[in-house]
């Protein structure tokens, strides 16, 4: 090596290239955290080359592989045209419109409105347009720019690449499904799981009993082909769900109900993340880490969104996390706790649940 200049110290921030492109870039608040609570209330900003306002999210659990932003489309206006390396999925928080999205060989329209849930194909353009003059639309967005970001570091190639990617059946329409039902053994999936890109209303979607979770029902959804997948879950409230564990970047947002989630890895302290009430909040387990539900009212909705594609998985770290422990897997049964853990997060969720006037079921297991 020819050393042409010395520095004394190291002058980088230590930011992600992604961090640097919306903190610098488009000048965009990006929050950071554990968790993120009153979804529909956050402050946005304009995100000027999208046409909506907009504010990010870099949640510890993410890992920096998925990230997320909540957007905002004014009352009558349309997103401007926009398309990405990357795979992205849409969960509309308040608000109706319409979506546009040009595949490779024909353009697909479909009507959006509250509770609604789509996926954005690979690299295909889109625009979203408010249905409303008088209201705004809210929504949030979970997508793969951040390892794509980080990868590549050149919004150009990330936001302008004309390639095309046959993700999509030229003759697929867009609510278009395929059902898979578990094996006897649940091998793969313990629930129903569809294969779409655009479900109306997650609300009415049909879930299937998760007993390996321990209560509850549960429908899981393949999305547009890609790398993100997501589940919703509807649960009865009143008890605590099997304590589980698995890779990163999956955005847990509860969307009904009173209660808790907490987290820990092993050896550590617990973290604990208290659900909005009357609002939608959103909390990322970070990768590996021990979590557990908590439900503190008689009824509870959640919809998981996260990186993690049985068709087309990244990687194997959500193997088997429908299983339990005793069966290779990485769900916890409440007997399985340490007998110090067990005890504490027990008597704090009775209390809890007394305070709001219910007495807790029992825990299985």
């Given at each position: 090596m020819a050393t042409k200049t010395t520095h004394v110290g190291i002058p980088w921030d230590g930011r992600t290239a992604y961090e640097k492109w919306v903190e610098?870039?488009?000048?965009?608040?990006?929050?950071?955290?554990y968790a993120a609570t009153g979804l529909s209330k956050t402050p946005v900003r304009p995100w000027d080359a999208?046409?909506?306002?907009?504010?990010?999210?870099?949640?510890?659990?993410?890992?920096?592989?998925a990230g997320m932003y909540v957007a905002e489309l004014a009352p009558g206006k349309?997103?401007?045209?926009?398309?990405?390396?990357?795979?992205?999925?849409i969960y509309v928080i308040s608000g109706r419109g319409s979506a546009t999205v040009e595949t490779p060989t024909r353009t697909l329209s479909f009507e959006w409105g509250p509770r609604s849930l789509f996926a954005i194909p690979l690299n295909c353009k889109?625009?979203?347009?408010?249905?409303?003059?008088?209201?705004?639309?809210?929504?949030?967005?979970?997508?793969?720019?951040?390892?794509?970001?980080?990868?590549?570091?050149?919004?150009?190639?990330?936001?302008?690449?004309?390639?095309?990617?046959?993700?999509?059946?030229?003759?697929?329409?867009?609510?278009?499904?395929?059902?898979?039902?578990?094996?006897a053994s649940h091998t793969r999936t313990a629930v129903d799981l569809h294969e779409t890109m655009f479900v109306r209303d997650i609300y009415e979607t049909q879930r299937t009993a998760f007993v390996e979770r321990g209560a509850g029902r549960t429908v899981y959804l393949e999305l547009a082909n890609s790398v993100i997948s997501a589940h919703v879950a509807e649960n009865p409230g009143l008890h605590v769900n099997n304590p589980h564990r698995h890779g990163p970047s999956a955005f847990v947002f509860t969307l009904q109900g009173q209660g808790y989630t907490i987290m820990w890895r092993d050896g550590g302290d617990e973290v604990r993340y208290d659900w909005p009430q009357d609002d939608i909040g959103v909390v990322v387990p970070p990768n590996m880490w021990w979590h557990g539900h908590f439900f503190t009212g008689p009824k509870a909705m959640q919809l998981a969104v996260k990186l993690r594609s049985r068709k087309n998985?990244?990687?194997?770290?959500?193997?088997?996390?429908?299983?339990?422990?005793?069966?290779?897997?990485?769900?916890?049964?409440?007997?399985?706790?340490?007998?110090?853990?067990r005890e504490r997060?027990?008597?704090?969720?009775?209390?809890e649940v007394r305070r709001n006037g219910y007495e807790p079921n029992p825990p299985k297991g």
């Amino acid at each position: 090596m020819a050393t042409k200049t010395t520095h004394v110290g190291i002058p980088w921030d230590g930011r992600t290239a992604y961090e640097k492109w919306v903190e610098d870039d488009l000048k965009l608040d990006l929050h950071r955290g554990y968790a993120a609570t009153g979804l529909s209330k956050t402050p946005v900003r304009p995100w000027d080359a999208r046409g909506i306002n907009a504010a990010f999210f870099d949640i510890i659990g993410a890992e920096s592989l998925a990230g997320m932003y909540v957007a905002e489309l004014a009352p009558g206006k349309s997103s401007n045209p926009a398309r990405q390396l990357c795979d992205e999925v849409i969960y509309v928080i308040s608000g109706r419109g319409s979506a546009t999205v040009e595949t490779p060989t024909r353009t697909l329209s479909f009507e959006w409105g509250p509770r609604s849930l789509f996926a954005i194909p690979l690299n295909c353009k889109y625009r979203l347009h408010n249905g409303s003059g008088q209201e705004p639309v809210r929504y949030v967005s979970i997508n793969t720019i951040p390892i794509v970001y980080n990868l590549f570091r050149d919004p150009k190639f990330l936001f302008e690449c004309d390639w095309n990617f046959d993700r999509i059946a030229a003759s697929a329409e867009p609510a278009d499904a395929i059902v898979y039902q578990p094996d006897a053994s649940h091998t793969r999936t313990a629930v129903d799981l569809h294969e779409t890109m655009f479900v109306r209303d997650i609300y009415e979607t049909q879930r299937t009993a998760f007993v390996e979770r321990g209560a509850g029902r549960t429908v899981y959804l393949e999305l547009a082909n890609s790398v993100i997948s997501a589940h919703v879950a509807e649960n009865p409230g009143l008890h605590v769900n099997n304590p589980h564990r698995h890779g990163p970047s999956a955005f847990v947002f509860t969307l009904q109900g009173q209660g808790y989630t907490i987290m820990w890895r092993d050896g550590g302290d617990e973290v604990r993340y208290d659900w909005p009430q009357d609002d939608i909040g959103v909390v990322v387990p970070p990768n590996m880490w021990w979590h557990g539900h908590f439900f503190t009212g008689p009824k509870a909705m959640q919809l998981a969104v996260k990186l993690r594609s049985r068709k087309n998985p990244l990687n194997h770290l959500y193997d088997k996390s429908h299983k339990r422990v005793s069966e290779g897997g990485s769900v916890l049964r409440y007997s399985d706790l340490d007998p110090a853990l067990r005890e504490r997060i027990w008597g704090d969720y009775v209390a809890e649940v007394r305070r709001n006037g219910y007495e807790p079921n029992p825990p299985k297991g």
